[in-house]
Each structure stands twice: as structure tokens, then as C-alpha cells.
């Protein structure tokens, strides 16, 4: 999906590409009784070394599915690094798994799901505080 995506996006903006621990071309750890290795945490402080090894100390981060859960806890982990996210057809966080990490004083709503009928919009006009489920963009 990002190959397609990738070179129109970066048309206007740095577009670093990663695969997450464990898939792709990426390291696969070895596997610890607590599996901790592939744990969001462990892949998000992947992801922002791999951003600090560019010099961005803040960046906007899309992603996808299990890349898409990674942002999420990204931006509870590192809210001052993360300026803007996009979370990618996932079933809002809030409603799938216990709250661990509270959302008070996040700057980022709740999460949302945007697919690709949804319209594009700010996270609180597309969300709001209360999670609401976000509406269809008009046919074209």
C-alpha cells in the first residue's frame, strides 16, 4: 500500500518509510517469555529512534493497522514529538482494549478509524471529545 502512496506524498513532504520489528525486512527478535520485544512500546521507540537518526525531534506519523496501533501509543508515549497522527482502519482503541494510559492532557483526541470514503479532516471535527464515529465524505 505505501509504495503506491509514498512518492505523492512525498511531493510535499519528507516521507521516512520503516517496516515495523518483525515484519518485512525488518529484525525479527527473538521472543521472551513476556513477549515484550514486540510490544507498541518496543516498536515505537523503534520508530522514534529511527526519527531522531534524521535529526526530526517532531514529525506528523501515519500508519496502518498494527502500524496504526503503534502510532496511537506513539502519540500517548511521545506527545511532544508527534505534531499531527493518522491512524488507518483500526476499530478505535478506546472501545477494543482497557484504558492503561489515561488521555488527560493528551493534545490528540481520542483515536479514530479513517477510511479511505471518510472526508480527511481535523481530529476534532472528526472525532471530537466524545469519539464520535466519524461521518462519509459526499460521493464525488
Same mark, same amino acid.
Not at 74 to 85: E, K
Not at 94 to 98: G, L, S, Y
Given at each position: 500500500m505505501w509504495h503506491q502512496i509514498a512518492p505523492i506524498l512525498a511531493q510535499r513532504h519528507t516521507v521516512v518509510l520503516t517496516d515495523l520489528r518483525g515484519y518485512?525486512?525488518? !529484525? @525479527?527478535? *527473538? $521472543?521472551g517469555a513476556d513477549h515484550t520485544e514486540y510490544s @507498541?512500546? !518496543?516498536m $515505537?521507540? %523503534?520508530q522514534v529512534a529511527v526519527? #531522531?537518526?534524521f535529526g526530526l525531534d517532531t514529525f506528523a506519523a501515519v500508519g496502518h493497522d498494527r502500524g496504526a496501533r503503534v502510532v496511537h501509543r506513539?502519540?500517548? %508515549?511521545?506527545? #511532544?514529538? *508527534?505534531?499531527? #497522527?493518522a491512524v488507518l482502519d483500526i476499530v478505535p482503541t478506546?472501545? *477494543?482494549?482497557?484504558p492503561r494510559t489515561p488521555l488527560r492532557g493528551s493534545r490528540l483526541s481520542p483515536v479514530? *478509524?479513517?477510511r479511505p470514503a471518510m472526508r480527511l479532516c481535523s481530529a476534532a471535527r472528526r472525532c471530537? !471529545?466524545?469519539g464520535r464515529r466519524a461521518r462519509r465524505a459526499p460521493p464525488r
Open positions: 518485512g525486512g525488518s !529484525a @525479527k527478535p *527473538v $521472543v @507498541k512500546r !518496543a $515505537v521507540a %523503534d526519527m #531522531a537518526s506513539m502519540c500517548l %508515549d511521545h506527545p #511532544a514529538r *508527534v505534531r499531527r #497522527a478506546r472501545h *477494543v482494549f482497557p479514530c *478509524v479513517i471530537g !471529545a466524545r
